[in-house]
T-cell receptor
Framework: QKEVEQNSGPLSVPEGAIASLNCTYSDRGSQSFFWYRQYSGKSPELIMFIYSNGDKEDGRFTAQLNKASQYVSLLIRDSQPSDSATYLC??????????????FGTGTRLTIIP | DVKVTQSSRYLVKRTGEKVFLECVQD?????MFWYRQDPGLGLRLIYF???????EKGDIPEGYSVSREKKERFSLILESASTNQTSMYLC??????????FGQGTRLTVV
């Protein structure tokens, strides 16, 4: 089982709709969770992070974390063509000194259809 | 703004050459990482460092070594470059248990 799993897509969503991206992780000791966006040919850029169970909202983006189910998701409301990119889920075990490896999923390619 | 700078955007090297990829960050971050990114395989961790002179192997360390003599600089070394090391290499840095910031990437081609 991969440490961090994402559906590779592509996921196609009409402009203005809600895009839902999902991620599961295997290590119950994981403490922090991140969503990155990567445009083609560019390096990943951070969109959101979440540490606690529940929802965290930032503008059109909402991250959801359920540690019991080892599940983290990203919702994008009012999707725009500029949201078309690959979205990477990353997990950090954190905590003990030297035990902070940041592990990425393979990413979900999202296409917003005008 | 956090800045992570990789020394080269594009590199072409010959098989068997020793290759150095340099990365510098200006935010006094404790952690630094080297990843490679390949189509269909995503970002794979090669090595990471949580302090000066400290390093830990990631998921694919074979054929690579690293050096961190100063907090702001983390170097990736390909001891003898091979064609299967052709890839996009991404350096990142982060404070403890916080999000990572990426450099612009180095596209390395080994011929």
């Amino acid at each position: 089982q991969k440490e961090v799993e994402q559906n590779s897509g592509p996921l196609s969503v009409p402009e203005g709709a809600i895009a839902s991206l999902n991620c599961t992780y295997s290590d119950r000791g994981s403490q922090s969770f991140f969503w990155y966006r990567q445009y083609s040919g560019k390096s990943p850029e951070l969109i959101m992070f979440i540490y606690s169970n529940g929802d965290k909202e930032d503008g059109r983006f909402t991250a959801q974390l359920n540690k019991a189910s080892q599940y983290v998701s990203l919702l994008i409301r009012d999707s725009q063509p500029s949201d078309s990119a690959t979205y990477l889920c990353a997990v950090n075990r954190g905590g003990n000194f030297g035990n902070e490896k940041l592990t990425f999923g393979t990413g979900t390619r999202l296409t917003i259809i005008p | 703004d956090v800045k992570v700078t990789q020394s080269s955007r594009y590199l072409v090297k010959r098989t068997g050459e020793k290759v150095f990829l340099e990365c510098v960050q200006d935010m006094d971050h404790e952690n630094m990482f080297w990843y490679r990114q390949d189509p269909g395989l995503g970002l794979r961790l090669i090595y990471f460092s949580y302090d000066v002179k400290m390093k830990e192997k990631g998921d694919i360390p074979e054929g690579y070594s690293v050096s961190r003599e100063k907090k702001e600089r983390f170097s990736l070394i390909l001891e003898s470059a091979s064609t299967n090391q052709t890839s996009m290499y991404l350096c990142a840095s982060s404070p403890r248990d916080r999000s990572a910031f990426f450099g612009q990437g180095t596209r390395l081609t080994v011929v």
